[in-house]
């Protein structure tokens, strides 16, 4: 069975800068549902949505974004004759890129 791109999960955002800003939204909320519930009470958990949310759903959703949204276009899987490379992407040529794995 063969994946597509729109078959897979994509947790990255469209900017590193964009993608920090969740990160820091979402582990403060978190954090904060906690650390501020013996001073207001239950009602700080309403952060965790808002945590969760900006997390995508979880800490390691997070994690995946962010290492997606570091690598997003430098990578490139080619396949060819039922054999699959991973090479390095070449930006500035339209040329085959440099490969890195070879099976």
Known sequence: M???KADRPDFASSSLPRHLLRGVIGFGSLIGS????ST?????LL????GLLAL???PMCWTIGMIQTISRNRLQRTCEDGQCRLAVADRDHGERP????SP
């Open 2 to 4: 063969t994946t597509t």
């Open 40 to 44: 207001v009470g239950p009602v700080s």
């Open 34 to 37: 906690v650390a501020f519930l």
């Open 47 to 50: 952060l965790l949505p808002v």
């Open 56 to 58: 995508r759903g979880c």
């Open 98 to 101: 440099s490969e890195l794995v």
